[in-house]
Each structure stands twice: as C-alpha cells, then as structure tokens.
C-alpha cells in the first residue's frame, strides 16, 4: 500500500500562528490599562488617567497610593492629580484649596525649582507659602539655600525675604 500525502493546510496553520500574536498585541497594547486595573482603579478612572501624558501615567502607576480621580473632578482643575493627592495629604485642605493651590504652583513649578523650593519644602510649609509668596520668592530671585535660615525663623515675612539677603551678604 502506498502512504497517502497529507495536504498541509496552510490555513489552518495561519490562524493557528496568528491567534498567540493578536493576543501579545493586545495585551501589549492594553498593558497600562491592565496595571491600572491591578492597581485598583476603576473604569472611569482608568480613561482619565490614560488621557494624561505617558510621564503622568508612569507617576501615577508608581504612586504608593490610589489616587481618588472623581474627587478631584468636581472641580474644574488642570488633571494634576498626582499633585493634588500629595498636597491633599500633606495639607490636609479642601479639595478647591489644593485644586487652586496645585494649579497655580504647576505655573511657577520650573521658576521655583531652580530656585531650589522644592514641592517636598513647599508642600510641608503650605501655610508660609501661598500663591502670593511664591510669586514673591520668584521675582525676590533668592535661592532657597541663602533663604532657608531666614524662613526658619518663625514669623519670617517673605517680603523681606530680598532686604534679608542683602543685609547678610553686606555683612
């Protein structure tokens, strides 16, 4: 008896082959999804925080905590959410305090960090620096090293902040 030859079905042998690799693009494509629903977050959540950008995100899947998005979205902000929890803890404020605290910081964030007022130092003295102090630190152009003795002391008027740094270095 002669052997039959079996016809390959290179059909079948497609969608076998092709099934592990749609698979692998799915998950690769939905990888951030899925590790924010690890994490915890909800659905909608999960659509906020996928608009932001990769940095954010990336920010945010560190985070130790999960980040309660719909309570920061009762109040028209600029999605620093991430910030706004930080704050949130530290200061212990209302949502539209930290909200409006959070989003006029982000403004002046690049000025204030190269000045070396860090949010760490920012955040754990939010009473000291409001908005308005912020600004003044920034046009004062004093480094937070040279101001750091000063606004040690308590009652330290950050309007003074430039006469007190001029009045040491004349010393």
Request: proline share 1%; with cysteine; charged share 30%.
């Amino acid at each position: 008896m002669a052997k039959k030859k079996r016809k390959v079905n290179t059909k079948r042998i497609a969608i076998v082959a092709l099934i592990p690799v749609v698979c692998i693009t799915l998950l690769i494509a939905n990888f951030t999804s899925i590790r924010l629903s690890i994490k915890g977050y909800h659905k909608e959540d999960k659509k906020v925080v996928l608009k932001l950008e990769k940095e954010d995100i990336k920010d945010i899947l560190q985070y130790d905590q999960i980040i309660d998005i719909s309570k920061w979205d009762k109040v028209k902000n600029d999605a620093h959410y991430l910030l706004y929890d930080e704050y949130y803890r530290a200061s212990k404020k209302s949502v539209k305090k930290v909200v409006y605290y959070i989003d006029s910081y982000y403004e002046r964030m690049e000025d204030l960090n190269y000045l070396g007022y860090t949010k760490n130092v920012l955040f754990k003295n939010s009473d000291v620096y409001t908005i308005s102090n912020l600004d003044t630190l920034i046009s004062a152009n004093v480094p937070y090293k040279k101001a750091k003795k000063y606004l040690a002391v308590k009652g330290a008027q950050i309007q003074d902040i430039k006469k007190y740094v001029d009045s040491e270095l004349s010393h």
